[in-house]
């Protein structure tokens, strides 16, 4: 079965940008990534996610190896309100893989 | 964008009593809605997929006669925790599914369960 692997944790400097890593060899062909965060108490909330093409919005960039057994999320410049858990998630067929979570902490 | 409501964002209930979470899509129609269970520290867990007009789908080791889940209409799936007791006592996440892979999903705020 697909899975997806993260740090634990990773820390930033404020206004830096971050590079949030996700391993997912067993990918197949059809799955999507998708990263979403979140904050204590809260639901997930959508960041982005792409399929084999990098993917740009207002929030991050994903950056997807050509071989898609690997995907980088891209915060371009870091902010305290940024500091989150961040899931990489597989979508195989609607099913979704759960990563364990990247607790991104943001230095000021 | 896509917007899911979900109530209450926090219940207390004696051990032993029912307690219902609504999850509304409030913006599109969601045919596909998931419930989850997120226990500290921890990734969010499928407890069941529901599908508007029919039976919902469990995970394995999730007790549906437990976890209730009705998915009447396109905006509406509700999860009810019947006879609660406090190892029930958790964070509920919604989930809906968007349009098309396009979309993504949507995720409800969570319902912060406490049987005592």
């Known amino acids: 079965d697909a899975k997806t692997t993260q740090p634990n944790s990773m820390e930033s400097n404020e206004e830096e940008p971050v590079h949030l890593p996700c391993n ?10 998708h990263w979403y965060r979140q904050l204590p108490s809260q639901g997930p ?8 093409s990098n993917v740009n919005n207002r929030m991050a960039s994903l950056a997807i190896a050509e071989d898609r057994k690997s995907s980088t999320l891209i915060l371009h ?9 961040y899931y990489c998630i597989l979508d195989s067929n609607y099913q979704l893989i759960w990563g364990a979570g990247t607790k991104l902490i943001i230095k000021p | 964008g896509a917007v899911v409501s979900q109530h209450p964002s926090r219940v207390i209930c004696k051990s032993g009593t029912s307690v219902k979470i609504e999850c509304r899509s409030l913006d599109f129609q969601a045919t596909t809605m998931f419930w989850y269970r997120q226990f500290p520290k921890q990734s969010l867990m499928l407890m069941a997929t529901s599908n508007e007009g029919s039976k919902a789908t469990y995970e ?35 989930s809906a599914r968007g349009p098309d892979r396009g979309f993504g999903y949507t995720f409800g705020s969570g319902t912060r369960l406490t049987v005592v």
Not at chain 1, 24 to 33: F, K
Not at chain 1, 45 to 52: A, K, P
Not at chain 2, 73 to 90: I, K, N, Y
């Open chain 1, 24 to 33: 997912h060899s067993t990918i197949s062909g059809t799955d999507y990534i």
């Open chain 1, 77 to 85: 410049r870091a902010t305290l309100r940024d500091a989150a858990v």
């Open chain 2, 60 to 94: 394995q080791g999730v007790e549906k006669d437990k976890f209730l889940i009705n998915h009447a209409s396109l905006t509406l799936s509700t999860l009810t925790v019947t006879s609660a007791h406090p190892e029930d006592s958790s964070f509920y996440i919604c």
């Open chain 1, 45 to 52: 909330e959508y960041v982005i996610h792409g399929l084999t």
